[in-house]
């Protein structure tokens, strides 16, 4: 049962900030570590990422990233990281993440992907009109099926927290540093998410989002 998460976005082997992460949950007090996916591609060390989180008992799921690193696909990338350099360990732990995992709340189920469910490459954006969202075939799945209350997901790098046809969507944005390297605790017992600024070399208050308010208006897809 999820009380109060502290979330992790796209890790993208970003080490020292996913250290200091885990250190800022432990000082706050979170009840569990959740982490999107795109564990993998970056310049830092995969191996001990994998080992952090292993150590930390965080729920993860696997992202595209981490995908093409065990297919051999996309090693053309920049920091891709190599096959041949994880070593067992990681590469079982990578083996054995999920695809999703459903969890529970007080406020209801809660979905724990990448993207959108099973499809790792898609997402909705802050800025996403309602005829984007229509013609996004992932999303439109999400809303039929309806399998949670809630999506926490990644892979956009765009923190956000959105409800569009009853559905919650909080997108964990990302560690790397290319884009705004965030981290989040969702608190399901006081509905808010808070918003954690990781650039520099510290940990700030950046904005606290509420889940009836979210980071925009609640809409539905007739708007």
Same mark, same amino acid.
């Given at each position: 049962?999820?009380?109060?998460?502290?979330? /992790?976005?796209?890790?993208?082997?970003? @080490?020292?900030?996913?250290?200091?992460?885990?250190?800022? =949950?432990?000082?706050?007090?979170?009840?569990?570590?959740?982490?999107?996916?795109?564990?993998?591609? $970056? +310049?830092?060390?995969?191996?001990?990422?994998?080992?952090?989180?292993?150590?930390?008992?965080?729920?993860?799921? #696997?992202?595209?990233?981490?995908?093409?690193?065990?297919?051999?696909?996309?090693?053309?990338?920049?920091? #891709?990281?190599?096959?041949?350099?994880? *070593? +067992?360990?990681?590469?079982? =732990?990578?083996?054995?993440?999920?695809?999703?995992?459903?969890?529970?709340?007080?406020?209801?189920? @809660?979905?724990?992907?990448?993207?959108?469910?099973?499809?790792?490459?898609?997402?909705?954006?802050?800025?996403? *009109?309602?005829?984007?969202?229509?013609?996004?075939?992932? =999303?439109?799945?999400?809303?039929?099926?309806? +399998?949670?209350?809630?999506?926490?997901? $990644?892979?956009?790098?765009?923190?956000?927290? !959105?409800?569009?046809? $009853?559905?919650?969507?909080?997108? #964990?944005? *990302?560690?790397?540093?290319?884009?705004?390297? /965030?981290?989040? /605790?969702?608190?399901?017992?006081?509905?808010?998410?808070?918003?954690?600024?990781?650039?520099?070399?510290?940990?700030? /208050?950046?904005?606290?989002?509420?889940?009836? !308010?979210?980071?925009? +208006?609640?809409?539905?897809?007739?708007?």
């Amino acid at each position: 049962m999820l009380r109060r998460a502290g979330i /992790i976005g796209d890790i993208h082997c970003e @080490v020292v900030r996913l250290k200091r992460v885990l250190e800022h =949950f432990h000082s706050v007090g979170v009840d569990t570590v959740l982490a999107v996916g795109d564990i993998a591609d $970056g +310049p830092g060390d995969l191996t001990e990422a994998c080992s952090l989180l292993r150590a930390e008992g965080a729920l993860v799921v #696997a992202g595209n990233h981490d995908r093409w690193l065990l297919a051999g696909e996309m090693r053309d990338l920049p920091d #891709a990281t190599r096959l041949d350099a994880l *070593t +067992p360990e990681a590469h079982r =732990f990578l083996s054995a993440l999920p695809k999703t995992r459903l969890l529970e709340s007080g406020r209801g189920s @809660v979905l724990l992907c990448h993207g959108l469910g099973d499809d790792d490459m898609a997402s909705v954006r802050p800025d996403d *009109t309602c005829e984007a969202l229509l013609a996004n075939a992932a =999303f439109v799945k999400l809303l039929k099926s309806r +399998p949670a209350r809630f999506v926490i997901n $990644g892979h956009s790098h765009r923190p956000m927290l !959105r409800t569009i046809d $009853g559905l919650t969507i909080l997108n #964990a944005g *990302t560690l790397h540093p290319m884009h705004r390297p /965030i981290c989040s /605790i969702a608190d399901f017992d006081k509905g808010e998410v808070q918003l954690y600024d990781l650039r520099g070399s510290g940990v700030s /208050i950046a904005e606290c989002w509420s889940f009836e !308010r979210g980071s925009r +208006p609640t809409q539905t897809l007739a708007e």
